[in-house]
């Protein structure tokens, strides 16, 4: 198998059903059973394509486990390689959005805006992209906040992807919950790392230096702005 280091070696090239990456060590085709392009969100395709490479490598250690799945962008990408071996990925949101999605915000989005709750509603247009992906049997939506889910939470985990509140405490509580569940061997993965704070909200980037700062994990290759931490 090829690992998460040689994952980005050369480059990536997108077609409309496939992403088609090229390693060092040859040609690797990852099937999609969706329009990625179609599906809301912001998960960038080279991003998507290291999600789904990490998660193929860990599948024999346990579930995965995403907190904030919002339309089912980076669901696709993992649930697809949770489908290969009949893996589960739990995708934890209490789809009401984020800060961010709320009315009047930067990144509000009218289609997922229920006027008759005045609240955003993204569970809807997420389960249409599970069923489209044919991922209904690997993927089991939690529909609540991270801190309720985990409150009670046991299971270990292969793999723990980070993309909920960029509120620090949000991505504080994020942390907080889940890291302690992912098994030695297994991936804290962590989106919208940007260390200049000219270039983003640092919520993400503090709880990813949280991270190395504990001694139980190490840094790997940042891809884009996806921050990967493996569990020592």
Same mark, same amino acid.
């Given at each position: ?6 994952? #980005? ?12 990456? *090229?390693?060092? *060590?040859? *040609? ?5 059973? $969706? /329009? $990625? /392009? ?18 193929? %490598? ?8 995403? @907190? ?7 669901? @696709? &990408? ?5 489908? +290969?071996?009949?893996?589960? !990925? ?15 915000? =930067? &990144? ?11 609240? @955003? ?13 044919? !991922?209904?049997?690997?993927? *089991? ?30 991505? #504080?509580? /994020?942390? %907080? ?9 297994? &991936?804290? =993965? ?8 000219? /270039? ?6 503090? $709880? ?11 840094? %790997?290759?940042?891809? +884009?702005?996806?921050?990967? !931490? +493996?569990?020592?």
């Amino acid at each position: 198998m090829v690992n998460a280091n040689q994952s #980005l070696c050369v480059f990536s090239a997108l077609c409309k059903y496939h992403l088609c990456a *090229v390693f060092c *060590v040859g *040609v690797i085709v990852m099937e999609l059973k $969706i /329009d $990625i /392009d179609k599906v809301k969100g912001f998960l960038d395709p080279v991003e998507g394509r290291a999600l789904y490479d990490i998660a193929g %490598q860990v599948l024999a250690l346990g579930p995965c486990l995403e @907190v904030g799945s919002y339309c089912g962008k980076s669901t @696709v &990408y993992l649930g697809a390689a949770c489908l +290969k071996s009949r893996n589960t !990925l739990f995708a934890v949101d209490h789809h009401r959005g984020s800060e961010e999605h709320q009315l009047g915000e =930067a &990144y509000h989005d009218p289609d997922l805006y229920d006027s008759s709750l005045g609240q @955003v509603d993204s569970f809807s247009a997420f389960r249409q992209t599970v069923l489209r992906a044919g !991922l209904e049997e690997v993927v *089991v939506p939690v529909v609540a906040s991270s801190e309720v889910v985990a409150r009670h939470w046991a299971t270990p985990l292969s793999l723990v992807f980070i993309d909920g509140g960029h509120s620090h405490q949000a991505a #504080l509580t /994020d942390y %907080q919950s889940w890291s302690k569940h992912i098994v030695p061997g297994g &991936y804290l =993965a962590i989106h919208d790392i940007f260390p200049d704070p000219e /270039d983003g909200g640092q919520a993400p980037f503090e $709880i990813y230096q949280l991270a190395l700062a504990s001694g139980f994990f190490e840094a %790997q290759p940042t891809i +884009k702005t996806l921050g990967l !931490l +493996k569990r020592i």
